[in-house]
């Protein structure tokens, strides 16, 4: 591709990751990838750096290193090139193909839309995606947290999240109103006075593409279980006509022996039904009964697929169950393309003290790892997270909800991380 960049470097002594098969995510990593990382704003500055130190030692501890490039956005873009999002940083992320980000505060004001969001949009990242696990340790208000081990998939491109809004008061929010009670027939459906309208688009491409994805991930990482997630007895044709769509991938893209579609399984139980062996199963749930099961069932539910929407509340839902924003990682799939990042905001209260709970972004780094295909250095950071956490040594945020652990800052902590990584290596 070969960007030419104004303010930053590419680092000479890695290599770059390239593509051999897009659809497929198929990538070629070479044992010193050039990796951007932003470090983010507010706690992004404390966790950024702390995050970078464990993910070197888990490289190095595989014999491996990683070439970084530092690259910029919010504050710190704006400080270096007067612009939130330069280009130099969305193309080295394009070109580079993995990258990592901590935080980014949204600027308040007109006109600005969330960093994150344009990030995901503009390299087309459509697939939000969070694995949700219990790291002993952690408290947590379950009676069982250990039984969380699930990932969700979150469309990330549409919904109502598109922004195909129209203001209260607007001459546009008012021909959609006259179209929709006069041309569509649904002129006792709306209270008369001031009103805002969205539209809640949910396409068979984004749909399909995001299941693919998911049922790939279950193939790949030994899960047996893909539940699609909707609200589809309400919302018939887009929430309903996702589950449609993504059952529709799964009884046709894949031999029943290695995906089976489980009918009816929104109604009826699977008792009777001949599931193959091996297979990965795809059933559907709705929504609302899925945040009680969650709870009450949470070991049957290994990873979901969801619209946008749905995603957003469920996924935090779940990382509450396993102790919530400072240990729950993300990252964002593209096709052969991925951009990790903690659950977490810019928490700008704690920033800049040397306090924050860096472990989300190591995490998210981790996921990074997996997907480049560096799952033993993935599951060495797991394991020293885990360690560290379950001897005690946690940031405030935990130490504040335990009696028998040590207060570290977040440099210290990670220092930790480190030294029980070297030991378990
Ligand atoms: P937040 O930054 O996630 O922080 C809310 C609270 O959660 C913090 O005050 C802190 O609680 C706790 N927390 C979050 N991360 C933590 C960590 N790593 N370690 C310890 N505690 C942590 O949410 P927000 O205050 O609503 O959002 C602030 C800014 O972040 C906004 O501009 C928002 O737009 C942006 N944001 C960005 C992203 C992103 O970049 N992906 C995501 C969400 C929000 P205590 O103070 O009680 O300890």
Not at 373 to 401: F, H, M, N, P
């Amino acid at each position: 591709m070969g960007y030419e960049y104004d303010r930053v470097e590419v680092p000479d002594d890695g290599a770059r990751i390239e593509v051999v098969d897009e659809e497929a995510d198929e990538l070629s990593v070479p044992e010193n990838p050039i990796i951007p990382i932003i470090h983010g704003d507010g706690i992004g500055t404390d966790v950024g750096p702390a995050a970078q130190k464990v993910l070197n030692a888990a490289a190095e501890a595989t014999g491996r290193e990683i070439a970084w490039m530092r690259v910029y956005a919010g504050e710190s873009g704006r400080e270096k090139y007067d612009e939130h999002l330069p280009d130099d940083t969305v193309n080295a992320i394009d070109e580079h193909r993995v990258g990592i980000k901590g935080p980014l505060t949204t600027p308040v004001g007109a006109g600005f839309r969330s960093l994150n969001v344009a990030l995901r949009q503009t390299l087309d990242f459509y697939a939000n995606v969070r694995p949700t696990y219990y790291l002993d340790g952690v408290p947590s208000p379950m009676k069982a947290p250990e039984e969380m081990d699930m990932v969700t998939f979150r469309e990330n491109t549409e919904d109502v999240y598109a922004g195909i809004e129209w203001e209260e008061g607007t001459d546009e929010v008012e021909q959609v109103r006259e179209f929709v009670e006069e041309e569509m027939g649904f002129d006792d459906t709306m209270h008369d006075g001031p009103i805002g309208i969205g539209i809640k688009p949910i396409t068979e491409f984004g749909t399909k593409r995001l299941v693919r994805k998911a049922i790939d991930y279950a193939i790949e990482h030994d899960r047996d279980t893909v539940t699609l997630v909707t609200k589809g007895n309400i919302m018939k044709f887009t929430e309903g006509q996702f589950s449609e769509w993504g059952m529709e991938v799964a009884e046709e893209e894949y031999p029943d022996e290695e995906v089976f579609a489980v009918p009816d399984s929104l109604w009826e139980t699977t008792d009777d039904i001949d599931i193959p062996e091996d297979a990965v199963t795809v059933e559907e749930r709705l929504a609302d009964a899925m945040l009680q099961w969650m709870q009450l069932r949470t070991d049957e539910f290994e990873v979901m697929a969801m619209p946008n929407l749905n995603g957003d509340y469920l996924s935090d839902a779940a990382g509450a169950q396993i102790g919530g924003l400072g240990i729950a990682p993300g990252a964002n799939f593209g096709d052969a393309r991925v951009l990790a990042e903690p659950v977490h905001g810019s928490a700008p209260k704690r920033a800049g003290q040397d306090m924050a709970n860096p472990t989300a972004m190591i995490l998210s780094g981790r996921l990074m790892f997996d997907y480049i295909g560096w799952k033993d250095a993935a599951d060495l950071i797991r394991d020293a997270v885990e360690t560290t956490i379950s001897g005690g040594e946690v940031t405030y945020d935990l130490a504040r909800q335990r009696e028998d652990a040590e207060k570290l800052g977040t440099t210290a902590y990670a220092e930790a991380i480190v030294d029980n990584l070297e030991d378990l290596a």
